[in-house]
């Protein structure tokens, strides 16, 4: 890879990479571990506690999941929610859409 700025690798498994760099200055070496997931995350469910899904003005609604093999959980609007199972939150102005979204 003489003169070369940039170069892909495709990882499939969890792999340390050395990386040397040089020039007339001289030469530095990193190592770099890469852990590659093997696994999805699987959501069981996402619920809430109103019946019906029917907002009414000043209700708290309570949104619950349960999700395995993650590293972090987020719902759009509300942010990361990561180490809780469940969140309350004052009703919006508009009828909202709460998406969850785990990865690995």
């Given amino acids: 890879m003489t003169g070369a700025k940039e170069h892909q690798l495709v990882i499939t498994k969890d792999t340390e990479v050395v990386l040397r760099v040089s020039n ?3 030469t530095v070496t990193r190592k770099l571990s ?3 997931s093997t696994h999805t995350p699987t959501i069981k469910s996402f619920t809430s506690n ?3 899904n029917i907002i009414q003005s000043n209700d708290d609604i309570i949104l619950s999941w349960e999700v395995l093999d993650f590293e972090t959980i ?3 609007g509300l942010g990361e929610v990561t180490n ?3 969140i309350t939150i004052k009703a919006p102005q508009k009828e909202p859409t709460f998406v969850l979204t785990a990865t690995t």
């Fill in 74 to 76: 987020e719902i759009s």
């Fill in 24 to 26: 007339p200055l001289g």
């Fill in 34 to 36: 890469i852990s590659v």
């Fill in 50 to 52: 109103l019946p019906n």
């Fill in 84 to 86: 809780r199972n469940s």
